[in-house]
């Protein structure tokens, strides 16, 4: 028999028995707070598990968390209901729609769920067929248009076990959150117990969480290890998604942690300040005064993403308010980061907090102004990568889409496709756009041209010439772009890229020039000019990288180069003369080989370094094994 875990969070208008229906339905009374059992009213979140048998024999394990209806504490609800898979509205019989039904219906729209159970309680005092009428009257044109409605009443017993039912029934239609190895556990509540330490509780979401593991808590960048999980008491090895998680970190103190705060593994990108979002105010708002006007551009306002909530400021792409009816892609500037994913949901409030004045989801979660994102099909992986990558231009595989809602593996075939499909390049370690790829290319190309016209003496271009003229600022991209020009026309030698029909080849008007060099090096060659006296100005100079670049100079030090036949001989006769000699020094090299210590120091360096001698003190002796 399987298992499946959801998390139902409740919702609807104060005093309309939200609490008293969990507690019918799970045996647990969810308001656990003096101050609540004293005002009769939920003040905070509170928290229930139901377990029940789904028609397919499916085990059905639903975490429940209990909102505060009231509009005091409608910070409290958005908190509890940002990672939900099914919601339980309640609208009571006596009253009918309230305000808060109203405001929590548009708060879960923004936040994106999809799949609700309507209790409509204390249908003891009759008005069933009213307020059902009421409801579907309300409920038209949002997703939530057909749920089932039950009628309950906690007083009688009537429609809690058809509640039961219909709750299975929901959630055994419902696809489990997805376990994509990127779990965040958004911190709800922080607090500490007697020999066990500071405790944090959230819903888990994207990925599994295990005892041991090794974690980081964001915004604060808190590094710590699991001590154990457990899950409505219940001691567990593994946390998987969609369950309410309490996770023990005794190496962290309460005052560290906030609600707000998310539990993740490194590596999956950091905060953020700065977003790109999509923001969302629908008609429906044109019939609540209060939250029908336009949103200004330049706005302060709340922002409540995961369990979390922040100050804002908002400044739309485009000028002008935001009208009741509309969408506008907009920059968000927030007074601290938060932990967001592309495609992650969240609601606005105004600054009064008094007012939910709109919804949004996340475009960029680490957008700049400069580079406003444009919308897109954010529940395709493929189309999700394309933007990126025509965005940014490129981005490294490994970091692509981290902080997006699918997993390294999805976006691994993702790119195989499009790269199949010549949508995009992908090189070594990078992911290109097509069109970014080909201009990045054509310079580079041009550039190296150039190079060989220029300066048709060289090898090719230097590699931080080409890097600096390109202007990247990544290395992983001019590898890349590096090996993808030789698997054509293009050789690297070294530190530099030629095309591989460039021959380099002296100027007729410096090849007096070499010849004077050649002389020179030639005169005296176990003992020749020093560098400086050969390179008497820039033709020189020219002259005198080509010959080392090309292999017919070596250079031994930078004031000291000998003819590579020169460097041979030198070779060979210091070998023989050891062989013959036993250990020499300098000086008995020196005079033997009719050099001087400018040379012969390193020449000798040279030669210890290409394993033909090694120094033993003061004096030299062959290696074993000698390369001659």
């Given at each position: 028999m399987?298992?499946r875990?959801?998390?139902v969070?409740t919702?609807?208008?104060?005093?309309?028995?939200?609490?008293?229906?969990?507690k019918?339905?799970?045996g647990?009374?969810?308001d656990r707070l003096?101050?609540?059992?004293?005002r009769?009213?939920?003040i905070?979140?509170g928290?229930a598990?139901l377990?029940?048998?789904?028609?397919n024999?499916?085990?059905?394990?639903?975490?429940?968390?209990?909102?505060?209806g009231?509009?005091?504490?409608?910070?409290?609800?958005i908190?509890?209901?940002?990672?939900?898979?099914?919601a339980?509205?309640?609208?009571?019989?006596d009253d009918g729609?309230?305000?808060?039904?109203e405001e929590?219906l548009?708060?879960?729209?923004?936040?994106?769920v999809?799949?609700?159970v309507?209790a409509?309680?204390?249908?003891d005092?009759g008005?069933?067929?009213?307020?059902?009428?009421?409801?579907?009257?309300?409920?038209?044109?949002?997703?939530?248009?057909?749920s089932?409605?039950?009628?309950?009443?906690?007083?009688?017993?009537?429609g809690?076990?058809k509640?039961?039912?219909?709750?299975?029934?929901?959630?055994?239609?419902?696809?489990?959150?997805?376990?994509?190895r990127?779990?965040?556990?958004f911190?709800?509540?922080?607090?500490?117990l007697?020999?066990?330490g500071t405790?944090v509780?959230?819903?888990?979401?994207?990925?599994?969480?295990?005892?041991?593991q090794?974690i980081?808590?964001?915004?604060?960048?808190?590094?710590?290890r699991?001590?154990?999980?457990?899950s409505?008491?219940?001691?567990?090895?593994?946390?998987?998604?969609?369950?309410?998680t309490?996770?023990?970190?005794?190496?962290?103190?309460?005052?560290q942690?906030k609600?707000?705060?998310?539990?993740?593994?490194?590596d999956?990108g950091?905060?953020?300040?700065?977003?790109?979002?999509?923001?969302e105010?629908p008609?429906?708002?044109n019939?609540d005064?209060?939250?029908?006007?336009p949103?200004k551009?330049?706005?302060?306002?709340y922002?409540?993403?995961?369990a979390?909530r922040v100050?804002a400021?908002?400044?739309?792409r485009?000028?002008?308010?935001l009208?009741a009816g509309?969408?506008?892609i907009?920059?968000?500037?927030?007074?601290?980061?938060?932990f967001?994913?592309?495609?992650?949901?969240?609601?606005?409030r105004?600054?009064?907090?008094?007012?939910?004045?709109?919804?949004?989801?996340?475009?960029d979660p680490?957008?700049?102004?400069?580079?406003?994102?444009?919308?897109?099909?954010?529940?395709s992986?493929d189309?999700?990568?394309?933007?990126?990558?025509a965005?940014q231009?490129?981005?490294r595989?490994?970091?692509l889409?981290?902080?997006?809602?699918?997993?390294?593996?999805?976006?691994?075939?993702?790119?195989m496709r499009?790269?199949?499909?010549g949508?995009?390049?992908?090189c070594?370690?990078?992911?290109?756009?097509?069109?970014?790829?080909?201009?990045?290319?054509?310079?580079?190309?041009?550039?190296?041209?150039?190079a060989?016209?220029?300066s048709?003496?060289?090898a090719?271009i230097?590699?931080?010439?080409?890097?600096?003229?390109?202007?990247?600022?990544?290395?992983?991209?001019?590898?890349?772009?590096v090996a993808?020009?030789?698997?054509?026309?293009?050789v690297?030698?070294?530190?530099v890229?030629?095309r591989?029909?460039?021959?380099?080849?002296?100027s007729?008007?410096?090849?007096?020039?070499?010849?004077?060099?050649?002389?020179?090096?030639?005169?005296?060659?176990?003992d020749?000019?020093?560098?400086?006296?050969?390179e008497?100005?820039?033709?020189?100079?020219?002259?005198?990288?080509?010959?080392?670049?090309?292999?017919?100079?070596t250079?031994?030090?930078?004031?000291v180069v000998?003819l590579?036949?020169?460097?041979?001989?030198?070779?060979s006769?210091?070998?023989?003369?050891?062989?013959?000699?036993?250990?020499?020094?300098?000086?008995q090299?020196?005079q033997?080989?009719?050099?001087?210590?400018?040379?012969?120091?390193?020449?000798?360096?040279?030669?210890?370094?290409?394993?033909?001698?090694?120094?033993a003190g003061?004096?030299?002796?062959?290696?074993r094994?000698r390369?001659?």
């Open positions: 399987t298992t875990h959801f998390i969070a919702a609807g208008h104060v005093d309309h028995g939200k609490s008293a229906l969990v019918a339905l799970t647990t009374d969810p003096p101050e609540e059992k004293k009769q009213i939920t905070d979140l928290f598990a377990n029940a048998t789904a028609p024999g499916d085990r059905i394990h639903a975490g429940i968390v209990d909102v505060p009231h509009e005091d504490f409608v910070r409290n609800m908190a509890g209901v940002g990672s939900i898979d099914l339980l509205f309640v609208i009571a019989a729609w309230m305000p808060q039904s929590h548009q708060i879960l729209n923004y936040l994106g999809q799949r609700a309507i409509l309680t204390k249908s005092l008005r069933i067929g009213v307020v059902t009428n009421q409801i579907r009257e309300q409920l038209t044109g949002t997703p939530f248009a057909d089932p409605i039950v009628p309950t009443s906690v007083r009688t017993g009537t809690i076990e509640l039961v039912n219909t709750l299975a029934s929901q959630l055994a239609r419902t696809e489990p959150q997805r376990d994509i990127k779990p965040r556990l911190i709800d509540r922080v607090f500490t007697r020999g066990i405790v509780t959230g819903t888990l979401t994207g990925g599994s969480l295990r005892r041991g090794q980081i808590l964001y915004p604060n960048n808190l590094e710590t699991i001590r154990s999980i457990q409505h008491g219940h001691e567990l090895e593994v946390a998987q998604p969609g369950m309410r309490a996770i023990n970190l005794p190496d962290l103190r309460v005052d942690i609600r707000g705060d998310v539990v993740t593994l490194p999956h950091t905060p953020s300040s700065t977003l790109i979002v999509l923001v105010k008609s429906r708002l019939g005064k209060t939250v029908a006007h949103l551009n330049g706005s302060s306002i922002v409540h993403h995961g979390s100050a400021r908002i400044r739309f485009e000028n002008g308010s009208e509309k969408e506008k907009a920059h968000l500037k927030l007074a601290s980061p938060i967001a994913f592309i495609g992650d949901r969240f609601v606005v105004d600054c009064s907090e008094r007012h939910t004045i709109a919804g949004g989801i996340v475009l680490d957008g700049d102004k400069e580079s406003l994102a444009a919308s897109v099909a954010l529940d992986v189309s999700l990568v394309r933007a990126t990558l965005r231009g490129y981005a595989r490994e970091s889409l981290s902080k997006s809602r699918f997993s390294a593996d999805e976006i691994s075939e993702a790119l499009l790269e199949e499909s949508a995009i390049v992908a070594q370690q990078i992911a290109a756009d097509r069109e970014f790829w080909r201009k990045l290319r054509a310079q580079a190309i041009g550039l190296i041209d150039a060989h016209k220029e048709p003496e060289r090719g230097d590699l931080g010439e080409l890097r600096s003229a390109l202007r990247v600022q990544d290395a992983e991209v001019l590898e890349s772009l993808d020009l030789c698997e054509g026309y293009f690297r030698k070294g530190s890229i030629a591989t029909s460039h021959r380099p080849t002296l007729v008007h410096v090849q007096q020039v070499e010849k004077r060099i050649r002389e020179a090096l030639t005169g005296t060659p176990f020749p000019p020093s560098r400086k006296a050969i008497s100005d820039l033709q020189g100079r020219q002259v005198v990288r080509f010959l080392i670049e090309n292999g017919d100079v250079e031994l030090a930078l004031d000998l590579r036949e020169s460097f041979e001989r030198m070779k006769q210091v070998a023989e003369f050891i062989s013959k000699n036993g250990p020499s020094s300098v000086s090299l020196r033997a080989l009719g050099s001087s210590r400018r040379v012969m120091v390193p020449l000798l360096e040279r030669l210890d370094r290409d394993g033909v001698t090694r120094r003061d004096k030299r002796m062959l290696c094994i390369n001659l």
